[in-house]
């Protein structure tokens, strides 16, 4: 069955590391997408893709990078973690049919 | 660009009360609209959608949304809660191939 996957589920980091978030899906999905889910917020979007070699700025994007080198995959980066970072981060792609699949997650905390 | 307000941010019911949770979403013409649902530690998963056709739709686990031009709303309804629909809701809304979403609803339901 087709899946979309992320990693790590958990991490904790200190201010200022560069840290990845990894998200992988086997939909073959040419659109995929990451959120971040906080209290009071519902989910805003971090960044976006359409396609390989496409990366677009979402509504919180700042201190935040997304690379597509493929179709499966989607990491975002961190470049220098900051306690306002500290959330869950969920991943999602979609089809033609614009119904996004989601992650399981990634509880981020950085201290 | 689209927007989506949810004005219940949190609900409270008893096991076989009704349930409505509101949407509204900003502007008009072609809408695609959807609910999904996160339920405690999970991932969000897709309840019901609405592209077009006829404006009441049927989804999963017996909900049901009206889409509601004229209100520029989309509201959930559920005719008897169970405990185990204890979860966040949210609806989302399409703008061009993203999805905006709403702050979300939690519901908690009491035996």
């Known amino acids: 069955d087709a899946e979309i996957t992320q990693s790590p589920r958990h991490k904790i980091t200190e201010t200022g590391r560069q840290v990845t978030l990894a998200c992988h899906q086997t939909?073959?999905?040419?659109?995929m997408f990451w959120y971040r889910q906080d209290l009071g917020h519902g989910l805003r979007l971090i960044h976006y893709?359409?396609?390989?070699?496409?990366?677009n700025k979402g509504e919180v994007s700042d201190g935040y990078s997304v690379s597509r080198s493929n179709t499966e995959d989607l990491p975002l980066t961190l470049e220098s973690a900051a306690s306002s970072q500290t959330s869950v981060y969920f991943c999602?792609?979609?089809?033609?049919?614009?119904?996004?699949?989601f992650g399981p997650g990634t509880r981020l905390t950085v201290l | 660009a689209q927007s989506v307000s949810q004005h219940n941010h949190h609900v409270i019911l008893s096991e076989a009360a009704s349930l409505e949770l509101g949407c509204n979403y900003s502007?008009?013409?072609?809408?695609?609209l959807f609910w999904y649902v996160q339920y405690p530690g999970q991932h969000l998963q897709l309840l019901l959608k609405?592209?077009?056709?006829?404006?009441l739709v049927k989804g999963i686990k017996g909900f049901e949304a009206e889409f509601i031009k004229s209100k520029f709303s989309f509201n959930l309804r559920k005719p008897s809660v169970q405990w185990s629909d204890t979860a966040e809701y949210f609806c989302?809304?399409?703008?061009?191939?993203?999805?905006?979403f709403g702050t979300g609803t939690r519901l908690q339901v009491f035996p």
């Open positions: 939909w073959n999905h040419n659109n």
């Open positions: 999602a792609s979609a089809g033609q049919a614009n119904e996004q699949f």
């Open positions: 609405y592209f077009s056709g006829d404006p």
């Open positions: 893709s359409y396609g390989v070699q496409d990366t």
């Open positions: 989302a809304v399409k703008d061009t191939d993203k999805l905006i």
């Open positions: 502007y008009g013409g072609t809408v695609n």
